[in-house]
């Protein structure tokens, strides 16, 4: 559910560092952690990489999500992209004309990674368990085989509300340690009302973690800058984002969009272009499931620009033409939108 790499001044090899670095500067657990106040990144024993950057720096990044009355900016999706902050800046916007779609913009892709690495972890990664939730170092691990990392596994996000309740109450139930930036997250959509503790219930304290509505769908993107391997996150790189993330919007609230899309995938493609695409996504470490997939399909062949897209044509009677796939969709979409208005 995010933008997979070509982030610009970054190669495959240099954005494998980010996450470590995000996740040993939170929680000290990664392999090869130096001194107090300074992480490496990479494995244990690498020779090559990012610099090291302070564990001050991330933490006063997260420091602001604990400042009482952050704003909340209420205004129509035509005027988001206008009204992005140009620096480091941790904002929630209500969108005022999408009822229950709220944009997180966090400030920075490693303060980003921070709050929702295991989120991803739990709720869509492949080879990861979704019954529990799992330490940092093996959510690292995990990215390394992709060669991804935790901060990268987050360039952008989207999850309803009811799945960030979920890694919470999954959490509380196995009495797992949040980190810094869970629990940064935890109190930022507390505080503003996507997510609460309900009492009555079996789990700790005899309270639970639920979403205050099943319809609340939240979108983040990080705060434009140099992340700490390198990738640069401009004001075009995070549009891109920006609009991939909000594609997953349309297909979480739009069930006629979202009808279409799966009755292409099914009806329209052959098993051998299903599995070529599930083959794609699932090597970038998306769990293989339709749930996953067939909404990731949609938002890389309709809501990411060209130099973003990871998805490539696999020729051959086993591949897959990308071009001929989006001119489908596309035209699958349009003819729902016209039944849908008739």
């Given at each position: 559910?995010?933008?997979?790499?070509r982030?610009?001044?970054a190669?495959?090899?240099?954005?494998?560092?980010?996450?470590n670095?995000a996740c040993?500067?939170?929680m000290?657990?990664?392999?090869?952690v130096?001194?107090?106040?300074v992480v490496?990144?990479?494995?244990?024993?690498?020779?090559s990489?990012?610099?090291?950057?302070?564990?001050?720096t991330?933490?006063?990044?997260?420091a602001?999500?604990?400042?009482?009355?952050?704003e909340v900016?209420?205004?129509p999706?035509?005027q988001?992209?206008?009204?992005?902050?140009?620096?480091?800046?941790?904002?929630?916007?209500?969108?005022?004309?999408?009822?229950g779609?709220?944009?997180?913009?966090?400030?920075?892709?490693?303060?980003?990674?921070a709050?929702f690495?295991?989120?991803?972890?739990?709720?869509?990664?492949r080879?990861m368990?979704?019954?529990r939730?799992?330490?940092?170092s093996?959510?690292a691990?995990?990215?390394?085989?992709f060669?991804?990392?935790?901060?990268g596994?987050?360039?952008?996000?989207?999850?309803?509300?009811?799945q960030?309740a979920?890694?919470?109450?999954v959490?509380?139930r196995q009495?797992?340690?949040?980190?810094?930036?869970?629990?940064?997250?935890?109190?930022?959509?507390?505080?503003w009302?996507?997510?609460?503790?309900e009492?009555?219930a079996?789990?700790?304290?005899?309270?639970?973690?639920?979403?205050a509505?099943?319809r609340?769908?939240?979108?983040?993107?990080p705060?434009m800058?140099?992340?700490p391997a390198?990738?640069?996150?401009?004001?075009?790189?995070?549009?891109?984002i920006?609009?991939h993330?909000?594609?997953?919007?349309?297909?979480?609230?739009?069930?006629?969009?979202?009808?279409a899309?799966?009755?292409?995938?099914?009806?329209?493609?052959?098993?051998?272009?299903?599995?070529?695409?599930?083959g794609?996504?699932?090597?970038?470490?998306?769990?293989p499931?339709?749930?996953?997939?067939?909404d990731?399909?949609?938002?890389?062949?309709l809501?990411?620009?060209a130099?973003?897209m990871p998805l490539?044509d696999?020729?051959?009677a086993?591949?897959?033409?990308?071009?001929?796939?989006?001119?489908?969709?596309?035209?699958?979409v349009?003819?729902?939108g016209?039944?849908?208005?008739?």
């Amino acid at each position: 559910m995010r933008i997979r790499g070509r982030l610009p001044g970054a190669s495959s090899r240099a954005r494998a560092g980010v996450a470590n670095v995000a996740c040993a500067t939170l929680m000290g657990v990664c392999a090869g952690v130096p001194a107090p106040g300074v992480v490496a990144s990479g494995a244990s024993g690498a020779s090559s990489g990012p610099a090291a950057v302070p564990i001050s720096t991330l933490s006063a990044e997260l420091a602001s999500a604990f400042v009482p009355d952050i704003e909340v900016v209420r205004l129509p999706l035509a005027q988001l992209v206008g009204a992005l902050p140009p620096g480091p800046t941790l904002r929630l916007y209500a969108i005022t004309d999408q009822p229950g779609l709220y944009v997180m913009h966090a400030p920075s892709l490693a303060a980003q990674g921070a709050m929702f690495s295991r989120v991803v972890a739990l709720i869509e990664r492949r080879d990861m368990p979704h019954d529990r939730v799992v330490s940092m170092s093996a959510v690292a691990a995990n990215a390394r085989r992709f060669g991804e990392d935790p901060a990268g596994l987050t360039a952008g996000n989207n999850f309803s509300a009811a799945q960030i309740a979920q890694f919470f109450e999954v959490a509380q139930r196995q009495r797992a340690s949040l980190t810094e930036g869970e629990r940064a997250l935890q109190a930022l959509l507390t505080r503003w009302g996507l997510i609460h503790r309900e009492a009555g219930a079996t789990g700790e304290g005899g309270t639970t973690w639920r979403a205050a509505s099943s319809r609340d769908f939240l979108v983040t993107i990080p705060g434009m800058g140099k992340g700490p391997a390198g990738e640069v996150i401009d004001a075009q790189v995070r549009a891109a984002i920006l609009s991939h993330e909000l594609g997953h919007w349309r297909f979480f609230s739009d069930p006629a969009y979202a009808h279409a899309c799966r009755t292409f995938w099914w009806h329209q493609l052959t098993h051998t272009e299903r599995e070529a695409l599930t083959g794609e996504l699932a090597g970038m470490g998306y769990d293989p499931s339709d749930r996953i997939v067939i909404d990731e399909m949609q938002a890389y062949l309709l809501h990411t620009p060209a130099r973003f897209m990871p998805l490539a044509d696999q020729p051959g009677a086993g591949g897959v033409d990308i071009a001929r796939v989006k001119r489908g969709l596309e035209l699958s979409v349009r003819n729902a939108g016209r039944n849908a208005g008739q």
